[in-house]
């Protein structure tokens, strides 16, 4: 009889280590441990003595002292009394404004040329392709100073809007495009404006609860309500009628020419536009492609099913096609507001104060720490980036196909 | 009988009609036209907003491209010329600019005598990456491709000829070692060699060598600093680096990933995500600032070289996650069937599972490479005159004070050339080695 020797007999011997399958993964995790954290380390080692070399601590009190500098573009109050830690935090609000800003108008962009790319319409479909390639394969940088000098040398100087100017405002002289920025009217919250917000906030929650009990009672009946129509209605409606009961609470401040240049208004700084306009057409050049390949992975049996069962062609697209590309698009979606937020540190090339300007910019070069002031700017790219793909993951687990 | 029938039938017809030409409507261009521009209401309205920005543009932008001024000594001059040339006073490009300073965009403050040098390392790297790219030259080209890096270098950088040579012996040392102590002394001591021997040889021996030998016959060309390296030559030479060295540490990242072993598995996860999650201009930053906190105290080296080695990490981050999307395609029945033929894990790796891999992962792959290329106009924040850079040196002088659109569109159309061609390249390859349909 053959007899299969018992591994767990023979005495454990140093090579199995080595040539023993069964330890040999053991040994190289251990050996890359300590070499990982030899390596660390090393590392800490010499940020201690070059520290200590410099004669600097590593410590974040320069976050209560006074920051001395100004910030132009601004969310909440800041002066240059406040603290380096108000400027950061200035810096992180606009930093989240214009990521947030250029998403919307990045998905937005994307979704209309992704589509229009797959237009039989072939002149449409040829200038899609153009704009797509040709964002695509530039660098965001220069698309960023393209933009920006757009802003700054094609438009005119606040005082071609004089008398004999040959710039005029748009839109019943409420908008004014200059070299300084755009100016547009700013509202002024008068008395009752409180109440006005509430109703629209509550016309907001009414059209959701209207969505959700139209597709409840198609679900259970079949019939369909008339959603968009209502949903429009609901939005302006009853807003409207409460601005006009309330005597008008909010009224608009229209920029005026004045001295140099424009007062009253919201001056929205070029250094935004630029940033805001080149990070979504960039961005909505790689969703267009995300969208188109996403319309053409539902398989066009799923449109013949739908005509064949009677559907309408635009009911086709949102009840057959839509969720299905959804599931698709939504993963390299969130990975390109993830760029996009990433890719808004670039406001350095503009001047847009966001958080690297501030926090990683200014605020080090004036107390020199590099050290902190990277480690906390890393800390918040990195806790933002998490945050966005983990709410985005959420919904990707919604919308995803339920399997058994 | 059938045939008397149809003959006794005078109403049928008993010859062919000639072929009448199909309507107008449906043929030729006129059914194109109609088919494509105007096939309904939506369709046509799109057609015309099209046309119109199309004429738009045209009418704006053709006049000043087409009618540039290509000589002038300064954006004044230019002026000159055109007032001279067109009484209209209408607005034209003044590429006298890029004829006046396109080496300094292409080539940075690199010596003109010298701007062979480049010229052949480009040459030099296309004929190296030709058995990769084209299934072309085999072995003997494959030996090229192999000393071609230490020939790229020393034509780039100049100096002594000795350093890059010897510096290359030592992978040859590491050869020897690796076949000399393996077959004495066996498998593990023969990998420990491997490693050592080189180590020891560039930590000890190059520096040495390379001045004994530089004495005794000193051949070599003129030494040039990388701060005299600009323009896109700047951009070339930072964004193949990077992809060159990001694809093998992308691979291994992505199999670190992919690992069983705990450790390595957690590892890789972390670095992956942590350079992932910060821009890469906050890593440059880094590298810029706070790298000689990291370093042993009194060390320095080059910022050219820290950006590389940066851009190159940032870019294998994401190509671990572009290759790890490859590995998790692939059916688990191939790791299995790998497993059953006996192969220990590396074989498998590189005999079945990473060709396959790669293969899906070929569009992902080239997109990094492309976003890797694009992201080296960011080294101008740092410092490095990248063609961004320059053109923004440009503008300072008083000659060119105030010239924008000639500048960003010479830029913009390098990069587009190369990034283009890389995504038609990747396209070309997919093509290629697909094996699903015939």
């Known amino acids: 009889m053959a007899s299969i020797p ?9 090579g199995q280590l080595i040539y023993d399958r069964r330890y040999r993964s053991m040994t190289i995790q251990v050996f890359a441990f300590i070499m990982i954290m030899a390596f660390l380390w090393q590392l800490g080692w010499n940020t201690v003595q070059n520290l200590s070399a410099l004669g600097k601590d590593f410590n974040f009190g320069f976050l209560g002292s006074r920051a001395g500098y100004d910030i132009n573009q601004r969310l909440i109050e800041y002066s240059n009394d406040s603290t380096h830690g108000r400027a950061a935090i200035i810096g992180i609000l606009n930093t989240l404004l214009v990521a947030f800003l250029g998403c919307i108008l990045a998905t937005i962009i994307g979704v209309i040329a992704g589509v ?36 700054t040398e094609a438009t005119p100087q606040p005082r071609d809007f004089r008398e004999g100017g040959d710039a005029s405002m748009m839109l019943f002289d409420s908008i004014a495009i200059t070299n300084r920025g755009i100016f547009i009217p700013s509202p002024i919250w008068g008395e009752g404006s409180t109440l006005l917000v509430a109703v629209f906030v509550a016309s907001l929650v009414a059209i959701w609860a209207f969505r959700r009990y139209a597709r409840k009672k198609q ?22 009628i409460f601005y006009f009961i309330l005597g008008g609470p909010v009224t608009l401040r229209l920029p005026e020419l004045g001295g ?18 080149a990070l979504s057409l960039y961005t909505g050049a790689f969703i267009a492609e995300i969208v188109r390949s996403g319309i053409l992975a539902v398989s066009r049996g799923q449109t013949e099913a739908a005509y064949a069962l009677g559907l309408r062609p635009n009911r086709t697209m949102n009840l057959v096609i839509l969720p299905q590309a959804l599931r698709v698009i939504i993963p390299p979606l969130i990975s390109q507001y993830l760029n996009l937020t990433k890719n808004s540190s670039l406001a350095i090339a503009v001047g847009y104060m966001d958080v690297r300007s501030t926090l990683g910019g200014i605020t080090i070069n004036q107390t020199g720490r590099e050290l902190e002031g990277m480690l906390l700017l890393g800390v918040f790219y990195l806790v933002t980036s998490l945050i966005i793909s983990g709410v985005m993951n959420l919904y990707n687990n919604a919308v995803k196909l339920k399997e058994r | 009988m059938a045939h008397s029938a149809k003959s006794s039938v005078s109403y049928v017809r008993t ?12 043929s030729g261009l006129v059914k194109w036209v109609r088919e494509n521009l105007f096939s309904g209401p939506l369709n046509t309205i799109l057609t015309v907003l099209s046309l119109l920005a199309i004429y738009w543009v045209v009418s704006h932008v053709f006049q000043w491209f087409a009618y540039g001024i290509w000589t002038a000594n300064s954006l004044s001059e230019c002026r000159e010329v055109r007032n001279a040339l067109y009484a209209d006073g209408r607005n034209v490009a003044c590429w006298a600019v890029l004829s006046e300073r396109w080496n300094q965009l292409l080539f940075g403050f690199y010596p003109a005598e010298a701007y062979w040098r480049p010229v052949v390392a480009l040459i030099v790297f296309f004929i190296a990456v030709a058995p990769v790219m084209f299934n072309f030259g085999g072995r003997k080209l494959a030996i090229f491709s192999a000393v071609s890096p230490f020939i790229c270098y020393w034509l780039l950088w100049g100096g002594s000829i000795w350093g890059p040579i010897l510096t290359a012996l030592g992978f040859v040392l590491a050869w020897l070692a ?27 021996g190059v520096a040495p060598l390379t001045g004994l030998v530089d004495g005794i016959l000193p051949i070599g060309i003129e030494n040039i600093q990388s701060k005299d390296f600009g323009g896109f030559m700047l951009a070339l030479i930072i964004g193949i680096t990077g992809i060159v060295l990001s694809l093998p540490l992308g691979i291994l990242l992505a199999l670190g990933r992919q690992s069983d072993l705990f450790i390595i598995n957690k590892f890789s996860v972390i670095f992956i995500e942590v350079i992932r999650g910060v821009p890469l201009i906050v890593w440059l930053f880094t590298a810029s600032l706070l790298l000689n906190y990291f370093l042993p105290p009194g060390t320095n080296f080059d910022l050219m070289l820290r950006v590389i080695i940066m851009v190159t990490l940032f870019a294998a981050a994401y190509m671990a996650e572009v290759v790890r999307g490859g590995l998790a395609a692939l059916p688990l029945g191939q790791y299995e069937g790998a497993d059953s033929l006996g192969l220990d894990y590396w074989q498998s790796m590189r005999l079945i599972i990473l060709p396959q891999a790669l293969k899906i992962s070929i569009p992902g792959i080239v997109n990094t490479f492309i976003g890797l290329f694009k992201d ?9 005159l990248d063609p961004i850079g320059l053109s923004n040196a440009i503008r300072a002088t008083t000659e060119w004070n105030g010239i924008y659109w000639e500048l960003f569109i010479f830029i913009g159309l390098c990069f587009f050339v190369f990034c283009y061609a890389m995504s038609r390249y990747s396209q070309y390859l997919e093509r290629k080695l697909a094996t699903d349909r015939h």
């Open chain 1, 116 to 151: 229009l790319r797959l237009s039989k319409n072939w002149i449409v479909a040829r200038l899609m392709t153009v704009y797509v390639e040709g964002f695509r394969n530039v660098p965001l940088l220069l698309w960023i100073l393209v933009i920006f000098a757009v802003m």
């Open chain 2, 376 to 384: 080296t106009t960011l080294v101008v924040f740092i410092g490095l």
């Open chain 1, 6 to 14: 018992d591994p767990s007999s023979e005495p454990f011997r140093l």
């Open chain 1, 260 to 277: 140099f240049n424009f007062t009253g208004g919201l001056q929205v700084r070029n250094s935004l536009i630029a940033l805001w306009f």
């Open chain 2, 178 to 204: 690796y076949g000399q102590i393996t077959r004495k002394f066996g498998a593990l001591a023969g990998i420990v060699a491997t490693i050592l021997v080189p180590l020891i040889y560039w930590r000890f």
């Open chain 1, 219 to 240: 679900e259970a009946t079949g019939q369909i309500l008339p959603v968009f129509w209502v949903s429009l209605t609901l939005f302006f409606v009853p807003s409207v």
């Open chain 2, 15 to 26: 010859e062919m009609l000639p072929e009448q030409a199909p309507p107008v409507s449906e």
